[in-house]
């Protein structure tokens, strides 16, 4: 039986620090106006915050892996929350990537030693059901967090947002308590507990291309979408922060299904399948009225259909290494996605279009489908190691 204090501690701490991450996006029409900033420099912080994450994350991970050690997962909280929530509170842009930077380091250490937590409590017959636990959690309060964001904005200007630091403080102390008494487990015998299935490190890479194209994509829609509803469609903030909550809460039923059906189905064909699906959704959001919030809701449930999916394949070909696979799918390639938001920026900037600019992501929705065909990942493969 999983020791139940740990488990939740690690799956509270996921649900605390993935709160934070998307508050950025609806902070940034704020700090446009109030700081004078252009499309490019308001991506580029969050493209900070993405690549610092995603170039350490592989890091610690592989860290872990060869020595057992990982940060404390209490700590992590607390330094995302703190570095995000008090970003709303400065008028300097070098301070302001300094907080940023902070939480993306706050970021990068949570997610390997949780998800190494979450392995080193979980009897293996059901480590595959914890680790999906583990994600949804994320990945609801990654949807509330707009909607948390945008209602304090609406109610007490941009400097509320600072308020958001306390459930990361209260959090902090109580996931140290429940955390404490976790083991650590050795490297060996971490690997022993999964039965190699036939894979390659090659197809891993293949996989985590994937993850990184669905991520240019999603990440650029999720960073831009509220200020091109506020500028081209003139929402206000709180009903901007609406739609993206309930977009990311599509995006939670995409990885509840997609997850679900990846063990009746095969992992493979559901990956391709909600790749496939999401590019004439992608295409909708470029449209107006309900067509337009159609396109937006069914995009982030295809999207996110193949998320859990393709971490459990990554862990899956590569056993035994979860802080690598996590530092891959979980930091690589939201740095990845965070740099597409750059470039979003800059051709926002030089054309004045944030529209077309947008819709350019269509390049890689496109090529991911077609990258996930070339994993090699046989029918016998698709019986889950992970999952009872």
Same mark, same amino acid.
């Given at each position: 039986?999983a020791k139940s204090?740990?488990l939740?501690?690690?799956?509270?701490g996921?649900f605390?620090?993935?709160l934070?991450?998307?508050v950025?996006p609806? &902070?940034l029409p704020l700090l446009?106006?109030?700081?004078?900033?252009?499309y490019?420099?308001a991506?580029?912080?969050?493209?900070?915050?993405?690549v610092?994450?995603s170039i350490?994350? @592989?890091?610690?991970?592989?860290?872990g892996?060869?020595?057992?050690?990982?940060?404390?997962v209490?700590?992590c909280?607390l330094?995302?929350a703190v570095?995000?929530?008090?970003s709303?509170l400065?008028?300097n842009y070098l301070i302001?990537l300094?907080l940023?930077?902070?939480?993306?380091? $706050?970021h990068?250490l949570f997610? @390997?030693? +949780?998800?190494?937590l979450v392995?080193r409590?979980?009897?293996?017959?059901?480590?595959g059901?914890?680790?999906?636990?583990?994600?949804?959690?994320?990945? &609801?309060?990654?949807?509330?967090?707009?909607?948390?964001a945008g209602?304090?904005?609406?109610f007490?200007?941009?400097p509320?947002?600072c308020?958001m630091v306390l459930?990361?403080? &209260?959090g902090?102390?109580w996931i140290?308590?429940?955390t404490?008494s976790a083991e650590?487990?050795?490297p060996? +015998?971490?690997k022993a507990?999964?039965?190699?299935?036939a894979?390659?490190?090659?197809a891993? +890479?293949?996989?985590?291309?994937?993850?990184a194209?669905?991520?240019?994509?999603?990440t !650029?829609?999720?960073?831009y979408?509220?200020? /091109?509803?506020?500028?081209?469609e003139?929402?206000t903030t709180?009903?901007?922060?609406?739609i993206v909550?309930?977009m990311?809460?599509?995006?939670?039923? $995409?990885?509840l299904a997609g997850?679900?059906?990846?063990?009746k189905?095969?992992?493979k064909?559901m990956l391709v399948?909600?790749?496939?699906?999401?590019?004439?959704?992608?295409m909708?959001?470029?449209?107006?009225?309900?067509?337009?919030?159609?396109?937006?809701?069914?995009y982030?449930?295809?999207?996110?259909?193949?998320?859990?999916?393709s971490?459990?394949?990554?862990q899956e070909?590569l056993p035994?290494?979860?802080?690598?696979?996590s530092g891959?799918t979980l930091?690589?390639? /939201?740095?990845?996605?965070?740099?597409?938001a750059?470039?979003?920026?800059?051709v926002?900037?030089?054309? !004045?279009?944030?529209s077309?600019a947008?819709s350019?992501?269509?390049?890689?929705v496109?090529?991911?489908p077609?990258?996930a065909?070339?994993?090699?990942?046989k029918?016998?493969?698709?019986?889950?190691?992970?999952?009872?």
């Amino acid at each position: 039986m999983a020791k139940s204090s740990p488990l939740t501690g690690a799956v509270t701490g996921h649900f605390l620090i993935d709160l934070y991450t998307p508050v950025l996006p609806i &902070i940034l029409p704020l700090l446009i106006e109030t700081m004078g900033l252009s499309y490019f420099l308001a991506g580029l912080v969050v493209t900070v915050f993405n690549v610092v994450s995603s170039i350490t994350q @592989p890091l610690v991970g592989i860290w872990g892996d060869k020595t057992g050690k990982h940060a404390d997962v209490a700590f992590c909280v607390l330094l995302g929350a703190v570095g995000i929530s008090l970003s709303a509170l400065t008028n300097n842009y070098l301070i302001l990537l300094m907080l940023v930077t902070g939480a993306a380091v $706050g970021h990068a250490l949570f997610h @390997p030693a +949780a998800m190494d937590l979450v392995y080193r409590v979980s009897p293996p017959a059901k480590l595959g059901k914890y680790n999906s636990l583990f994600t949804t959690a994320g990945s &609801i309060s990654y949807a509330f967090g707009p909607l948390i964001a945008g209602a304090l904005i609406a109610f007490g200007g941009l400097p509320a947002v600072c308020w958001m630091v306390l459930p990361g403080i &209260i959090g902090a102390a109580w996931i140290f308590k429940l955390t404490r008494s976790a083991e650590p487990l050795e490297p060996a +015998a971490k690997k022993a507990r999964i039965s190699p299935i036939a894979g390659s490190a090659s197809a891993a +890479a293949l996989v985590v291309t994937v993850c990184a194209l669905r991520a240019i994509g999603y990440t !650029g829609i999720i960073t831009y979408l509220p200020t /091109m509803l506020t500028e081209s469609e003139g929402m206000t903030t709180l009903i901007s922060s609406v739609i993206v909550t309930i977009m990311l809460l599509f995006g939670v039923a $995409g990885q509840l299904a997609g997850g679900r059906l990846s063990d009746k189905y095969g992992r493979k064909r559901m990956l391709v399948a909600g790749l496939v699906l999401a590019i004439p959704c992608f295409m909708l959001i470029f449209t107006e009225g309900p067509v337009m919030i159609f396109g937006i809701m069914s995009y982030a449930f295809f999207a996110s259909f193949c998320y859990v999916t393709s971490v459990t394949m990554t862990q899956e070909l590569l056993p035994g290494k979860t802080g690598l696979a996590s530092g891959l799918t979980l930091g690589f390639t /939201m740095g990845v996605g965070g740099l597409g938001a750059a470039v979003v920026g800059l051709v926002a900037d030089a054309t !004045g279009n944030l529209s077309g600019a947008l819709s350019l992501m269509i390049i890689p929705v496109v090529i991911a489908p077609l990258i996930a065909l070339l994993v090699k990942y046989k029918k016998a493969d698709e019986t889950a190691v992970l999952h009872p």
